[in-house]
């Protein structure tokens, strides 16, 4: 319901500037969904996965993006922004497609809630799969588990990763439920020239964001830590061609310094 020069004073606002402006401490800012997809890297699936496809579905779907056992977040920060995938081609003089936000949010299955003069907020409880609202609960995750099976094969295409891994912001038996459904539902395409996509239930449930955010410092500090490591082995002399490197050329010979090659 904003203006365009609303949403575009809201892009203007440098939050992460402005935040640690408050603080001597650092700052480190994410998206929601990226914050919860760390949570699942460090806490859950990510201890035995290495590359995944995370979505998050609450009142507004996202996801996020983990490659190498790390969050990627591309040139923007932005990977994995699952939620802005087109669900249909779109065509001239035709409305713009619809997006995976339109198809596979809470929102949607409250507005159904509501419609029927039913509590919102059911949508995020064990009442959602309990009369009167079970109905159009069931509605809701038909529609939800074709356009999440849409992604699923589209980001299965782009990426070639070990699995997707899909959590959200209700009760787990309506996770499961969402999942089996989505899993139906790629039974409908063609997976021709793709490897099959594994879909899973995320571990770490409605609590991913939160604990995402605080896990943000450590996580990144790991990565960094990585990186040190792989640059100090990278810049560490080897054997070339099978011959050993000559002792006066091993650091520390001449009381430390850089081996030069």
């Known amino acids: 319901g904003w203006s365009e020069a609303q949403a575009e004073a809201w892009n203007r606002i440098d939050l992460l500037a402005q935040v640690q402006a408050m603080t001597p401490v650092p700052v480190l800012f994410a998206k929601d969904t990226s914050s919860a997809c760390v949570a699942e890297l460090v806490a859950g699936r990510g201890r035995d996965l290495k590359n995944f496809l995370y979505f998050f579905v609450d009142t507004f779907v996202g996801g996020g993006l983990v490659i190498n056992s790390r969050l990627h977040g591309g040139v923007h920060g932005n990977a994995g922004a699952v939620a802005s995938l087109p669900m249909a081609l779109a065509q001239v003089d035709a409305p713009v497609p619809e997006q995976l936000i339109g198809r596979a949010s809470l929102w949607q299955l409250e507005q159904r809630l509501m419609a029927q003069g039913l509590d919102a907020h059911a949508a995020y409880d064990d009442r959602a799969l309990s009369e009167p609202f079970a109905t159009e609960t ?124």
């Open 138 to 261: 069931q509605a809701w995750i038909a529609q939800a588990a074709n356009a999440l099976a849409h992604a699923v094969v589209s980001g299965t295409a782009f990426l070639d990763i070990d699995a997707v891994v899909i959590d959200g912001n209700f009760s787990r038996t309506l996770l499961e439920q969402l999942i089996d459904a989505t899993q139906s539902a790629l039974q409908h395409y063609s997976w021709e020239g793709l490897w099959n996509a594994n879909v899973l239930a995320g571990k770490v449930g409605p609590d991913a964001r939160a604990l995402g955010g605080a896990l943000l410092p450590l996580h990144a500090r790991d990565r960094d830590r990585r990186q040190r490591r792989h640059l100090g082995r990278h810049h560490e002399p080897r054997c070339v061609a099978g011959a050993e490197v000559p002792a006066a050329q091993r650091p520390g010979a001449h009381g430390g310094g850089v081996v030069r090659r």
